[in-house]
């Protein structure tokens, strides 16, 4: 469904993508790591739409979508979170969700009721009417997700959408992401949480320093030396069989 192919990023003379290649298939999980700095939300930022890459394509179905704006890929199926959540602290969780949920139905009832079923999925309902400034910050990052599935996307962006939560978050955070999947819908998550993201990921793509270093089998990933040593480190043993 999705293809990247040698995309590159260049900021002045530092390249944070060079030759970045990988493929996402209907429904799958990827998983997408790296040391800090290695170039794993620009891959997002380019991919969303939020800056042209420097050269290389990324296509959806085939057909090319490098450097469109952001509002053309979501109404292509694509939709992210953010590093850093970026929701609307005045408004209400249900109202957050909305701007979600009018890209595809313009009409306010409607937009409601996309959202309202969206954060059912998410388990947020009962929130609904809260401020979302009062959401704790698990609540924020679900809050997070939400939104971007009340776009109604074919392909999801996760960016550390597991930092900060406790064990019994990040169980939860993996149990909404196997649920997507359920739905058909692709995720790709950055995380440096790998008991989050290890277990459920189809494959595993690793960046150092802007280059896709190892993409494989997240047991296999677990094993490369090569991984190891960038970014892994010997104290991540992957769950026994
Ligand atoms: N808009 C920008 N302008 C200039 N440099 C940038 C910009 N965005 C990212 N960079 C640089 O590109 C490199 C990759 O950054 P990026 O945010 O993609 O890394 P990351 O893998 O997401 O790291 P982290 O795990 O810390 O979130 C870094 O050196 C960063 O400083
Ligand atoms: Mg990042």
Do not use: W
């Not at 057909?63 to 509002?71: D, K, S």
């Amino acid at each position: 469904m999705l293809s990247v192919e040698r995309l590159t990023k260049r900021f002045g003379g530092l390249a944070a993508n060079e030759d970045v290649s990988f493929e996402v298939g209907r429904g799958e999980i990827i998983g997408l790591i790296g040391p800090n700095g290695a170039g794993k939300t620009t891959v997002f930022n380019s991919l969303a739409g939020f800056f042209p890459p420097s050269s290389g394509q990324i296509r959806l179905d085939g057909q090319p979508v490098a450097g469109l704006p952001p509002e053309r890929m979501a109404a292509l199926g694509v939709a992210r979170t953010f590093q850093i959540v970026r929701i609307f602290k005045s408004m209400t969780v249900l109202e957050n969700v909305m701007v979600g949920a009018m890209l595809h139905h313009r009409a306010v009832p409607a937009a409601i009721g996309k959202a309202r079923e969206a954060l059912r999925f998410t388990g947020l309902d009962r929130r609904a009417g809260d401020p979302a400034s009062q959401l704790t910050v698990a609540e924020q990052k679900r809050l997070e997700v939400t939104r971007a599935l009340a776009c109604e996307p074919r392909l999801l962006l996760l960016d550390e959408t597991m930092a900060g939560l406790t064990q019994n978050e990040v169980q939860e955070a993996v149990e909404l992401v196997k649920r997507i999947q359920a739905r058909g819908i692709a995720c790709v998550v950055v995380e440096h949480v790998m008991e989050g993201i290890m277990p459920i990921a189809d494959r595993m793509v690793v960046l150092e320093r802007g280059r896709v270093i190892a993409n494989g089998p997240p047991r296999a990933i677990a094993e490369d030396p090569v991984v190891v040593a960038a970014y892994l480190g010997e104290e991540y043993r992957a769950p026994g069989p």
